[in-house]
């Protein structure tokens, strides 16, 4: 790699949901020629870190918070790190703009729009890159504008809401911040604001593509200098352009699948195994833990359901026991998702429908049974099943509790029910066109290489 490549400033929100996708297109950067610095607001300072794989080279930054402090806190004291992170960027910035093979560009997380300000006002070309679907941004969107008012109580007033190049939305299908007012108020600031000075971003990326949200896309185009680069996946389980590419990390350390998990998938016949996961951070009441077991169980499929150890302790007495001693199910505090989704045992996947599990769904030809939490994950489901048609969404109550019953139904109706059949082609047609948008020549890989050519 010669010095005299185009060096561009990756700048993740510091959540792992958002890391992964920025990892990913880095990957694909440097592929192409271009040196990449990728920075991560941390509490945790570690030395500079450069794979051996890639053109990419790994620092930290300070972000205002001690080593002992929760995560979490970030979330409940946002002026802070906006604060210190905004100092650290810059300082940073400032550094680099001095070394030999200067940056010419900042791509960042539009949750954290004081980064484009920082750059701009350090003379750098600066890609705002959305790592959830334009689903969700558009909706945030028309908040900010006030084109969207948020019900004060949306028990009182449940009125279906519209928005350009949607399908009507009932308030069960709008991210959650958007369903009434004050109900999250940090988070509802944190995901609106991204909108506050996203005029100013000279390109906007975002991890989709094309095909699947054309009407969307053509909107927000007509708005905005708009590109798509995803699906952001290892590029094994895609194109395999990149084949060391196998998972979220720079390919310097081995993480392989545990084998435990993979023989007992290959010990199941093709399409028989219910894989059930929640993502990083969902934490699901213990109520709707047991109730999810108990629909399992109910069915009689094979499962493999991936539970933290933090939460291992809500499931029924005796479920993990008994399904290992039959044999037909497995509980693991970690698998390999993307491993697991590409196996051929595998006949759905019961999610809480998280943009990048959704995404990986789609890619390996999953179908999908959703049980959306929060954030933009209720929107994904509504498109999930009456858009796509690619997988149900359970019915939850009131309060967000979804039945034993309404969980069994949804995946006998996935696994063997007439419209099962018809998701699954349709998620095999989704797969196809993934593929298609991401392999060379393809219409997200042409959107990479024209971002490339401005910094060569």
């Given amino acids: 790699m010669s010095e005299a490549s185009g060096h561009v400033l990756v700048f993740p929100y510091p959540f792992q949901g958002h890391i992964n996708p920025m990892i990913q297109l880095s990957k694909r950067l440097s592929k192409k020629g271009l040196t990449v610095t990728l920075i991560i607001a941390s509490n945790n300072q570690r030395e500079p870190y450069t794979s051996d794989v890639y053109s990419i080279t790994v620092h930290t930054i300070h972000d205002g918070f001690l080593s002992h402090e929760h995560p979490q806190t970030k979330f409940n004291e946002p002026q802070r790190f906006i604060n210190s992170t905004t100092c650290s960027l810059t300082d940073f910035i400032s550094r680099e703009k001095l070394k030999i093979n200067p940056p010419k560009a900042l791509i960042y997380d539009p949750f954290m729009p004081f980064a484009l300000d920082v750059a701009k006002e350090l003379g750098l070309y600066v890609v705002a890159y959305s790592t959830q679907p334009w689903l969700a941004s558009l909706v945030y969107y028309h908040i900010n504008e006030g084109t969207y008012d948020v019900p004060d109580d949306r028990h009182e007033n449940p009125t279906l809401a519209s928005f350009p190049a949607f399908p009507l939305l009932s308030q069960n299908d709008l991210p959650s911040f958007a369903r009434e007012k004050g109900s999250y108020p940090l988070l509802f600031e944190l995901v609106v604001s991204q909108f506050s000075n996203l005029w100013r971003a000279d390109l906007i990326l975002c991890n989709t593509f094309d095909q699947l949200e054309p009407k969307v896309v053509k909107w927000m185009s007509d708005q905005w200098p708009v590109k798509n680069i995803g699906p952001m996946v290892p590029s094994k389980f895609l194109d395999n352009l990149l084949p060391e590419d196998k998972d979220y990390d720079l390919g310097d350390f081995k993480t392989e699948p545990d084998e435990s998990v993979l023989r007992w998938l290959a010990s199941k016949p093709a399409k028989s195994v219910v894989y059930v996961a929640f993502g990083t951070l969902a934490a699901l009441s213990e109520k709707q833990m047991k109730e999810t077991a108990m629909a399992i169980r109910q069915t009689g499929y094979n499962f493999l359901w991936s539970v933290r150890d933090s939460e291992r302790s809500k499931l029924p007495s005796g479920f993990v026991e008994e399904a290992l001693e039959k044999d037909y199910g497995l509980v693991a505090k970690w698998v390999s998702q993307l491993e697991v989704l590409s196996?051929?045992?595998?006949?759905?996947?019961?999610?809480?429908?998280?943009?990048?599990?959704?995404?990986?769904?789609?890619?390996?030809?999953?179908?999908?049974?959703?049980?959306?939490?929060?954030?933009?994950?209720?929107?994904?489901?509504?498109?999930i099943e009456d858009v796509w048609k690619i997988g149900v969404r359970g019915k939850a109550d009131e309060e967000g509790f979804v039945s034993k019953e309404e969980i069994a139904r949804c995946i006998v109706e996935v696994m063997e029910g007439e419209k099962g059949k018809e998701m699954r082609k349709n998620v095999e047609k989704l797969k196809v066109l993934a593929r298609d948008a991401i392999s060379e020549g393809g219409t997200s890989d042409k959107n990479i290489d024209e971002f490339v050519a401005l910094l060569t």
């Fill in 343 to 383: 196996h051929d045992s595998t006949g759905c996947f019961v999610t809480h429908c998280g943009w990048n599990s959704t995404l990986e769904a789609l890619c390996l030809g999953v179908p999908l049974v959703g049980m959306p939490q929060w954030t933009d994950q209720p929107t994904n489901a509504k498109f």
